[in-house]
C-alpha cells in the first residue's frame, strides 16, 4: 500500500507543467492525491487551474512507467522518499499552505530539526555577509538550533559551513534534483551536510536546476523553519522571496543591517522598514521566537517547548522543569527542585521576563 502511494506521488511529481498549488487544488477537489490517476479528463477540467495540456499529462503519466524507474533509482541510491502524509515528513512544513506531496531526501531528518531557522541572502555576499551569516549559524547551532539553508554560493554556504563548523545539524533545500547538486563546486559541501543533516528537494533525483524552481523550493525553506534570517540582498534577490514566503506561512522574519551604501543592504534595510526584526547576534533571534508547535527532543533526552530555553543557565532550567502547562503551586516548586523560596521566585521572575512562564495567581505557575 505504501509503494502503490508512493508510486502515484511520483507520477504526479514527473508530470510536466504541475506545480504544488495546482496539484493542492487537484488534491483538494478529489479528496487526495491518489484519485487524481483515476479521474476522467472532464473531471480534471473542472478544477481550477487544469488546462486541456495538464489533463492530458495527467493521463498519459498513467502509462508511462518512470516512476517505478525513479522509485528504483532512489532505493539502490539510498535516497529516502517523504509522502505528505508520512509520520517521517516534517510537521512544520506540513502546516504549509501549499507543501510538496513529496520529498527526496539524503541524510535525516531528526527531533531537533523542529528547531530550526533558515539563514539566506545573496549569491554576490561580501565578505562582511558571508562571514557575518557564518558567525550566526555557528552560534545558533551552538545553541541548539537547526540551520537550514538552499547550499547557493554566497550566504547560503556559509550559513551551512557555520553549522557545520559548531558540530550542529543542517539542512540544504534544492532547486535540483539530489542527485545533480547545483552548483557544481558544492558536491563536497552537499556530502558534509548528508552527514550532519539533510539534503532534500521535491524534484527527481536527477532533475536540472531550471530557474523556476528556485523560487518554489523557497517555500520549503520557509516552511521548515521557525523563522528565516536573510543577510545581505538586493532588492530584486531570491532571499527576499523566501522572506515573502515566511511571512505568509506566519514565520518570524529576521533582517542583518549593512551598510547603508552598500547595494547588498537594501533587501535587509527594507525588511527592517517594513516590520521584520533587526539581527545583531544570535540572542535577537532566540529572544523572539515563538513557542514550538510540539516539543522538540534533544540528545540528551530533555524536551524542548520554546526556543529561548536554549539560552537557560543550569538553575533556570531545572525550575522551568518542574513548572508544567497545568497551574502549580510555587511550594510544590520547591519540594520538586529542593531549593528555597526565594531563589525559585527570582528565577521564576527571570522566567517570565523571558516568556516561558506566567503567574496565574499570587501562588501558583504554569508554562505559556
Do not use: W
Request: proline fraction near 5%.
Amino acid at each position: 500500500m505504501e509503494r502503490e502511494r508512493l508510486l502515484a506521488r511520483l507520477r504526479l511529481a514527473l508530470t510536466p507543467g504541475i506545480g504544488p498549488r495546482t496539484l493542492k487544488a487537484l488534491s483538494d477537489h478529489f479528496g487526495g492525491v491518489e484519485p487524481i490517476l483515476s479521474a476522467t479528463r472532464q473531471e480534471l477540467l473542472a478544477v481550477e487551474g487544469v488546462g486541456p495540456k495538464l489533463a492530458d499529462a495527467l493521463f498519459d503519466c498513467r502509462q508511462r512507467d518512470e516512476a517505478a524507474e525513479e522509485l528504483a533509482l532512489c532505493e539502490s541510491r539510498q535516497i529516502e522518499l517523504l509522502s505528505a502524509d508520512s509520520d517521517r515528513f516534517p510537521h512544520m512544513l506540513r502546516e504549509i499552505f501549499d507543501p510538496p506531496s513529496i520529498l527526496f531526501m539524503r541524510g535525516q531528518f531528526e527531533s531537533p530539526d523542529h528547531m530550526a531557522v533558515a539563514i539566506v541572502g545573496s549569491r554576490h555576499a561580501t565578505q562582511y555577509g558571508k562571514k557575518l551569516a557564518q558567525q550566526l549559524a555557528s552560534s545558533l547551532s551552538r545553541a541548539g538550533l537547526t540551520i537550514v539553508s538552499g547550499l547557493a554560493r554566497g550566504i547560503d554556504a556559509a550559513a551551512h559551513r557555520g553549522a557545520l563548523e559548531a558540530g550542529g545539524r543542517t539542512l540544504a533545500v534544492l532547486g535540483s534534483g539530489v542527485l545533480n547538486i547545483y552548483p557544481p563546486e558544492h558536491v563536497e559541501l552537499a556530502e558534509q551536510v548528508v552527514q550532519h543533516g539533510a539534503v532534500v528537494s521535491e524534484s527527481p533525483c536527477r532533475s536540472a536546476p531550471r530557474s523556476g524552481n528556485f523560487p518554489q523550493r523557497n517555500r520549503i525553506i520557509s516552511g521548515l523553519s521557525l523563522g528565516v534570517i536573510v543577510v545581505e540582498a538586493s532588492q530584486r534577490s531570491g532571499a527576499l522571496i523566501t522572506a515573502k514566503h515566511a511571512m505568509e506561512q506566519g514565520r518570524e522574519v529576521f533582517a542583518v543591517p549593512g551598510r547603508v551604501d552598500s547595494r547588498m543592504s537594501r533587501g535587509c534595510h527594507a525588511l527592517i522598514r517594513d516590520g521584520a526584526r533587526l539581527v545583531e547576534s544570535a540572542d535577537d533571534v532566540l529572544e523572539e521566537l515563538g513557542p514550538l508547535a510540539q516539543p522538540a527532543k534533544q540528545p540528551d533526552g530533555t524536551l524542548v517547548h520554546h526556543p529561548a530555553e536554549l539560552q537557560l543557565n543550569d538553575l533556570e532550567r531545572e525550575v522551568l522543569q518542574a513548572v508544567t502547562s497545568e497551574p502549580i503551586s510555587i511550594d510544590v516548586v520547591c519540594h520538586q527542585t529542593g531549593l528555597p523560596i526565594q531563589r525559585v521566585l527570582s528565577t521564576i521572575s527571570v522566567l517570565e521576563i523571558r516568556h516561558l512562564v506566567h503567574r496565574v495567581s499570587g501562588n501558583y505557575v504554569s508554562r505559556r
